[in-house]
């Protein structure tokens, strides 16, 4: 403390460019930190690297930029009426910061020193430990002591800065899990994209980590090939990219080449080639346009029959020997398709990714689509317990016999891995991702007068959805609604949707509000004597077991199109601790007994009116269980205010009963 005058201050309130003294002998002889900057008025920077509430003045905002120890600060704006500073790491002047008109706002542009610019030399990067020299595990050195970078928050953005600083013109991937020791120099790296050095991006400081080993980042730079090696795909771009990465749902060429939504959805091809007649010969397929093999290896006789049933011939397939119809060319498709034989098409099997393989052209697959009669029996559906039972008849030479197997559930056959988009923005999922044409084929829409989206719905049999049960509180009349499956754009026609009428809607005894047992179960009318059909777009969800655990920080995916709808949308939240959710600035008491929150405090991710009884679904052994139903919440992804969810664990016994009657 200091005296002065009889009054004491702390000194934390010297030279704040306030004055606290009677005299204002606390503001004497202090820094002018505005002096290192050029002053815009009434403008307003919109790329914010931080973001500090409650500063008094524009001095302070500045004396922040000059000692930020997270990331090189360059410009910042100070809005007096809000008393908010934003720290940039851009500048105007160089073109890589906006700025908006504000009359509160002024803009403040750093004045480069010559230290900024030692700084910059000071900081070097390298790619060590891989193979070609655009791609390996980072390596940071400041004053000449080299380390790595911890994995933590390390993605796409941050790699694209690392790789321009090394003069790549891109990056293609980000790596974590990288081998290492425990020295690392920098953690929870996040930047924007555009910064032009790695240090100019958030870090938690030289040498703060909490990182242990083998929790390195690396990367894989874009470089610019005459000629990509086998397995390569070759962008517009003239990257080269591996064939697997085709049809992701990421931009690995940069240039979206690699993604073209008309060659990921085009049909997938068959033919025999360099055989004696159509029938027989080396097996190709034709995916993203170009026609590639399949791999000899776990090539099954059921993988075989799809094929032949794609190209017209029903029988009793014969897999060839080894280069009997000599090697082809190109990428290598499938290795083990995991068909069981019934598919009408491959794209329908359970096939793990297109282009991935460990075979080389002397493995290619040869058949022979032997013909013999076939007589089918059309599948009947029948309940037993709360497991769907479906009995397929098929009288083959091969496989003679009326075959009964579980139905699968649970399972995407589109490669999409919702983010957790908390650094992202898409309309909704509140703060979510537009996923892939079938990524989640469990999730289905409610519409009302055959046009309005009302809400989510889940596939749990040919005939039964869940969904949330006030959903159909403010109109009682069934014949308005329809229920719409395998639909991706609601604005367009997809060509994969299937719609039905609705029988009945069961309510869990009781129910009263939204508030509590928030559940409900669908029946659908049949169609041509038919309930839902399942294909690469429409799958059911498996239903939890009456033990399932629900631990703090597991996160689900939830999925809908939101009030906004368009594309199906997704993301990726954790579920909350009990004891957080019904905290008196959360919930408190309205949180029933049998529902749960998940999302984050400070907002951002969410569910949102329209996406209410739509899937929270957890993966779990390879298969997505429902383990919630979107409910409630207090508006759309505010701060202290997560989504509640129903926990479908709980009405299990009440689920199986309603369909069973």
């Known amino acids: 403390l200091i005296l002065t005058h009889f009054s004491c201050i702390s000194k934390e309130f010297l030279c704040d460019y306030e004055k606290d003294c009677p005299d204002g002998s606390d503001e004497l002889n202090c820094p002018n930190w505005l002096r290192n900057f050029t002053q815009t008025r009434g403008k307003q920077i919109q790329h914010v690297t931080e973001f500090v509430s409650f500063v008094s003045n524009s001095q302070n905002c500045g004396k922040k930029c000059l000692q930020s120890r997270n990331f090189i600060c360059n410009s910042f704006s100070y809005d007096v009426s809000e008393k908010i500073c934003l720290l940039s790491s851009e500048q105007a002047r160089t073109g890589g910061a906006n700025l908006t008109n504000v009359d509160s706002s002024d803009y403040y542009e750093r004045i480069r020193p010559k230290d900024q610019e030692e700084r910059k030399d000071a900081f070097k990067v390298r790619l060590v430990g891989g193979g070609p020299p655009w791609e390996g595990k980072i390596e940071v050195s400041v004053g000449g002591k080299w380390a790595a970078i911890c994995d933590d928050g390390w993605n796409i953005s941050a790699a694209r800065v690392l790789c321009r600083q090394l003069g790549y013109p ?53 470089v610019i090939e005459r000629e990509c090696f086998p397995k390569k795909f070759r962008c517009n771009s003239s990257h080269c990219i591996d064939f697997k990465w085709i049809c992701d749902g990421e931009d690995d060429c940069g240039d979206g080449s690699d993604e073209d939504l008309v060659k990921c959805k085009s ?32 090539f099954t006789v059921h993988d075989a029959a799809v094929v032949c049933r794609m190209l017209g011939k029903q029988g009793v397939p014969v897999i060839e020997p080894y280069q009997k119809y000599g090697s ?41 689509c032997k013909e013999s009669p076939l007589s089918t029996v059309a599948p009947k559906e029948v309940l037993s317990s709360s497991k769907l039972h479906i009995f ?29 988009p908390r650094h992202g923005y898409l309309a909704r999922v509140v703060g979510g991702f537009e996923v892939r044409h079938g990524a989640y084929p469990w999730t289905a829409a409610i519409k009302l007068d055959n046009t309005r989206h009302l809400c989510g719905a889940s596939i749990i049999t040919p005939f039964h959805l869940i969904s949330a049960a006030h959903c159909f509180e403010d109109v009682p009349d069934l014949s308005l609604y329809s229920v719409v499956v395998g639909d991706w754009d609601t604005n367009a026609h997809d060509g994969t949707e299937q719609k039905f009428g609705i029988e009945y809607v069961s309510f869990v005894p009781g129910y009263e509000n939204i508030l509590k047992d928030d559940i409900a179960v669908i029946k659908l009318k049949s169609k041509n004597d038919s309930g839902i059909l399942f294909n690469k777009y429409v799958q059911p969800i498996c239903l939890p077991n009456a033990d399932a655990a629900y631990p703090a920080g597991m996160k689900c995916v939830i999925s809908g199109w939101g009030k906004n709808p368009r594309r199906l949308q997704a993301a ?25 929150c998940a999302g984050y405090l400070q907002g951002h991710v969410d569910s949102c009116k329209g996406d209410s009884g739509g899937p929270f679904a957890c993966l779990s052994d390879g298969k997505y269980y429902l383990f919630g139903v979107i409910s409630w919440g207090d508006g759309c992804a505010q701060e202290y205010r997560p989504g509640v969810y129903t926990r479908v664990r709980d009405y299990l016994t009440w689920i199986k009963q309603t369909i069973n009657s």
């Open 170 to 222: 891109n990056a293609l991937r980000s790596w974590i899990g990288m081998s290492n020791d425990r020295n690392y120099l920098m953690d929870d790296v996040k930047c924007t994209g555009k910064e032009r050095y790695l240090n100019e991006c958030s870090f938690n400081g030289w040498g703060k980590h909490d990182c242990g080993p083998n929790e390195a980042a690396g990367v894989q730079c874009a």
């Open 267 to 298: 049909p997938v091809e068959v033919r025999l080639v360099n055989g004696s007649s159509l029938d027989r010969g080396r097996l190709e397929v034709k995916f993203y346009g170009i026609w590639g093999t399949v791999c000899n290896r776990d």
């Open 328 to 368: 082809g060319t190109g990428p290598i498709w499938l290795q083990n398709p995991g068909c069981s034989g019934d598919e009408e098409e491959l794209t329908r099997c359970r096939i793990r990714r297109w282009g991935y393989s460990k075979c080389s052209h002397d493995e290619d697959v040869g058949l022979y």
């Open 392 to 420: 397929h008849c098929h009288f083959i030479m091969y496989d003679a016999k009326c075959k009964f197997h579980l139905a699968e559930c649970g399972r995407t056959f589109v490669s999409f891995r919702a983010r957790d």
């Open 572 to 596: 990726e939240v954790p579920i909350m601790n009990p004891d957080t959710c019904t905290d008196p600035l959360v919930y408190g008491n309205l949180l029933s007994e049998r529902a749960f």
